[in-house]
């Protein structure tokens, strides 16, 4: 059974195909490269799917109380409404029509890739395609994963904790080029992550709630 993990970099994505413990790091150049894996049965993905009309996501504040002190890697999701926006200061106006509070930088920068993918999942959605974060998938994999992923400490907890499943090193020693070391690991987690859903044995925060397209509002692990 081969699975997927998928993290976004630089308008790009990159990949972690999963079987057993064999994985090999991939640069895909859209969502629909990252569609077109072949034989894959789960794709997570490290971006939001399902889009609240008019408020906060319940399965971002469960996510960012799970994760305490790393809470603020959960950013708050863009509302549906703003997929249409033509410029930051829209965006703004129209998060503030839907919910009174204005979209964050961070939210804005990563609007292009949200909509790419909310474009590809297609009417119903794929349903092999489902959101997970990979500090949720790091905390269960190792719990002594804390800190940030950025520095070398953090960096090498979160590779101590893949090597217990899957054969990351030889991974990442064959990575393509210019591919950066912690969306590597954070590709590696979602595709641990696929593998737990595939499995049936994976956690979830949100609800049972869908949006106004069908996606689910919910973050697995």
């Known amino acids: 059974m081969a699975v997927l993990g998928v993290d976004g970099w ?5 990949g972690a195909l999963l079987e057993g413990r064999s994985v ?27 889009l609240s009309d008019d408020g906060v996501r319940a399965c971002d504040v469960q996510a960012r109380g799970r994760l305490r002190r790393a809470g603020s890697s959960v950013f708050p999701a863009p509302l549906r409404p703003v997929l249409g926006a033509v410029d930051y200061p829209d965006a ?13 930088k961070q939210a ?18 794929d349903a092999r395609v489902v959101e997970v974060h990979p500090e949720l998938s790091f905390r269960r994999l190792d719990l002594r994963v804390a800190d940030p992923k950025i520095t070398a ?31 590597a690991l954070d590709a590696c987690a979602a595709a641990w992550s696929a593998q737990r859903l595939a499995a049936g044995t994976a956690s979830s925060v949100g609800d049972d709630r869908r949006d106004a397209r069908g996606r689910p509002m919910r973050i697995s692990w």
Do not use: Y
């Open 108 to 125: 804005w920068n990563l609007l292009p890739s949200i909509r790419q993918l909310d474009d590809a999942l297609g009417e119903p959605p």
């Open 153 to 183: 400490r953090g960096t090498m907890q979160r590779l101590e904790a893949l090597c217990g499943v899957m054969d990351v090193e030889r991974a990442l020693l064959d990575a393509p080029a210019r591919v950066p070391m912690v969306d």
């Open 92 to 104: 703004c106006r129209i998060s503030i029509a839907a919910s009174g509070k204005a979209l964050s």
């Open 24 to 50: 090999t790091l991939l640069a895909l150049d859209d969502v629909d490269a990252v569609l077109a894996v072949p034989d894959v049965d789960v794709v997570a993905v490290d971006m939001p799917i399902g």
């Open 10 to 14: 630089r308008g790009r994505w990159v």
